[in-house]
């Protein structure tokens, strides 16, 4: 018998496109940012409503992990290894090859900013919750995104003093205090009241859109508090243009990068997903409030902007990878991304 794939061919491209609506929110989320920002008492609220989601969303982290995954996590001491190698040590290289294109191709105030991007830590949520949209080491990606935005506060001073030559460099110890309240309570709370939460929380899978509610939000704000600052009337649209291929770019050899070597010395498929979202990521949250301590303020718009752009950036292109991850068998990511011709015909 004929079947209907063998009477009309196969589905033309245009069928075989399926709509990701996490990426379509998020992108949604910074054009009405951009058109119609948060001001005043709404940004104010909105910012409580980040945090709260942010302290909902880790508790839930600490619920659904269990204490044996938690230990396990905290002892991956080659992950975390890997992971600041990559955030600290990689990227910041990567950044400084790219110096010949200061004051030719990009302005000497874009290269800046590509270099402060490349010494901040790694994003905390939405690292985590990549990982755990994909199916990742959620447990070591805690302890690894934290332990970056820990160090960075003292890694990323240093560094740009190096790189950067700044000056009248301050410490706040105020965005320790921050991290461990807005994160590591609510995770360790979690832990403790598994008991009576665990069932619950096994027993409602939807309490996962948290994860994807929170970056749609967190985007939402970092965007406008962009705008409220003036960011995109300090450069012109053919800076913007030389700008995107340079962050596009780095963007793509870290993702290369962070998904090859891990596999090249031996980390699992789950320990992979882990490094590649958290050794990818630039925090945006920590980059920019650092900066306002760490330079003038005159300066501080166009060390952002490519922050501002690259965070963006990674947040879409990652919701795209961690829905790929996590629709794909353990089979694909060990063909290298490949599918198999029984899985074609059923795409």
């Not at 018998?1 to 009309?8: G, L």
């Not at 990227?91 to 270099?115: D, H, T």
């Not at 939402?220 to 291929?245: C, K, M, Q």
């Not at 699992?268 to 306002?292: E, H, N, V, W, Y």
Request: charged residues 15%.
């Amino acid at each position: 018998m004929t079947t209907q794939t063998q009477q009309h061919g196969p589905r033309p491209w245009y069928r075989r496109i399926r709509i990701d609506w996490f990426v379509t929110a998020i992108v949604v989320s910074a054009v009405v940012a951009t058109a119609l920002p948060a001001t005043g008492e709404a940004n104010r609220v909105l910012d409580w409503a980040v945090k709260v989601l942010i302290f909902v969303l880790f508790h839930l982290y600490g619920v659904r992990l269990e204490p044996r995954e938690a230990l396990a996590g905290l002892v991956h001491w080659r992950l975390h290894v890997t992971i600041l190698a990559c955030t600290y040590v990689v990227f910041p290289v990567l950044a400084l090859a790219l110096r010949p294109l200061s004051g030719g191709y990009l302005s000497p105030e874009l290269y800046l900013g590509v270099l402060w991007l490349s010494i901040l830590p790694s994003t905390v949520q939405s690292s985590i919750n990549f990982t755990s949209i994909a199916d990742g080491n959620v447990a070591g990606a805690i302890v690894s995104a934290s332990m970056s935005n820990i160090l960075g506060v003292f890694f990323t001073p240093l560094l740009a003093m190096v790189f950067m030559s700044t000056g009248g460099l301050v410490i706040e110890p105020g965005s320790i205090v921050d991290l461990a309240v807005q994160l590591l309570l609510p995770f360790v709370l979690g832990q403790l009241t598994r008991r009576w939460t665990a069932g619950f929380v096994r027993d409602h899978p939807r309490l996962r859109l948290v994860d994807q509610i929170s970056i749609v939000c967190v985007v939402y704000s970092a965007f406008s508090d962009g705008i409220n600052e003036g960011v995109w009337h300090t450069v012109g649209a053919l800076d913007i243009v030389r700008l995107l291929p340079v962050l596009f770019a780095l963007l793509a050899f870290m993702l290369a990068f962070t998904w090859w070597l891990p596999g090249r010395i031996g980390f699992g498929r789950r320990d992979q997903i882990a490094i590649q979202f958290c050794g990818t990521k630039k925090s945006l949250a920590t980059g920019a409030p650092m900066a306002s301590v760490l330079f003038s303020a005159a300066q501080v718009p166009l060390l952002v902007l490519p922050l501002m752009i690259f965070h963006m950036v990674q947040l879409i292109v990652c919701g795209v990878i961690a829905g790929r991850y996590r629709a794909k068998p353990a089979a694909w990511h060990e063909r290298g991304g490949r599918l198999s011709a029984a899985e074609e015909q059923r795409d």
